[in-house]
């Protein structure tokens, strides 16, 4: 199937489920069992409705709203823990735990199961979904005109140039062709060389691609303010010392680059302020 009938398909299918969810009542405790789906919900419901989180979110080396996060209770995810918080709506990423799964039919909870986004709009038909099925779907349309003015402020001004750049996150991984960063990273002004480097997906660059034909910038993810980041090893290695001066390091904070969502807006701007920053550096 072509993407374009895909992303089609993707938003009637979306639009059929918001008409059912404006039409159910709006759910009074809703639990979270992903760190993304987390962060979509405390956007777009009421403080009161969110009953529990994934514990994820509270970890800030796993999430990018882990002090906003901390506000709420967590779970673990276990059916028993789940079930005994007694919720009338359940989000969930893939099948869900198996046992979580065939007890929420049998209880009558409702369970709304989500994918990984793989392009902006299906992040943002994410956030239309979630908001409707808590009943404020006037939230979602109001956060997808901020993620979009992000990202058009993100945007290249007409003459600047467009910089070739490959992401280097944790254990020297390179976000791919088809993936939410990269579309990001086109949408700041960057060429993402992962396909040059025979990517197809998410996946690892041999030190020797990177020799024979290093990007002029290094996207650098760092996990922690003040912690190195693995692009620091990785051009400390002897046969890249010498590429060190003609290859830019700019880092951003990895967390921005696990999830859609709202985290789509902060993410805008870090890639907008290392295009300009790796312009000014590149110029002099």
């Not at 009938?5 to 979270?32: E, H, K």
């Not at 922690?224 to 010498?242: I, N, T």
Request: aromatic share 4%.
């Amino acid at each position: 199937m072509k993407r374009g009938a895909g992303l089609f398909i993707i938003l009637v299918l979306g639009a059929a489920i918001a008409t059912q969810a404006l039409a159910a009542p709006a759910p009074r405790r809703v639990v979270s069992l992903n760190p993304c789906l987390d962060a979509i919900l405390m956007a777009v419901a009421d403080p009161a409705q969110i009953t529990a989180l994934s514990h994820y979110s509270r970890e800030p080396s796993q999430s990018a709203v882990a002090a906003e996060a901390a506000r709420f209770p967590f779970t673990w995810g276990s059916a028993e823990e789940i079930v005994a918080l007694r919720p009338d709506l359940v989000l969930i990423a893939g099948a869900g735990p198996p046992a979580l799964a065939a007890a929420l039919p049998r209880l009558g909870v409702r369970e709304a199961e989500f994918g990984v986004p793989e392009t902006i709009d299906e992040s943002l038909a994410q956030i239309d979904r979630v908001a409707a099925l808590v009943g404020h779907p006037e939230r979602g349309a109001a956060l997808d005109r901020r993620i979009r003015a992000a990202l058009a402020a993100a945007a290249p001004r007409p003459g600047e140039p467009r910089l070739g750049a490959l992401t280097y996150e944790f254990h020297g991984l390179a976000s791919g062709p088809d993936t939410l960063v990269d579309q990001l990273m086109g949408r700041a002004g960057f060429d993402n060389l992962a396909r040059r480097y025979g990517l197809k997906h998410t996946g690892e660059v041999p030190l020797e691609a990177l020799i024979a034909d290093p990007p002029q910038v290094l996207l650098a993810g760092r996990m922690a303010p003040g912690e190195p980041v693995w692009a620091d090893r990785v051009l400390s290695h002897p046969a890249l010392k010498a590429l060190a001066p003609r290859v830019r390091r700019e880092s951003f904070p990895e967390t921005l680059m696990f999830c859609g969502g709202p985290t789509l807006i902060p993410a805008a701007a870090v890639l907008a302020q290392a295009r300009e920053d790796a312009l000014k550096g590149i110029s002099r």
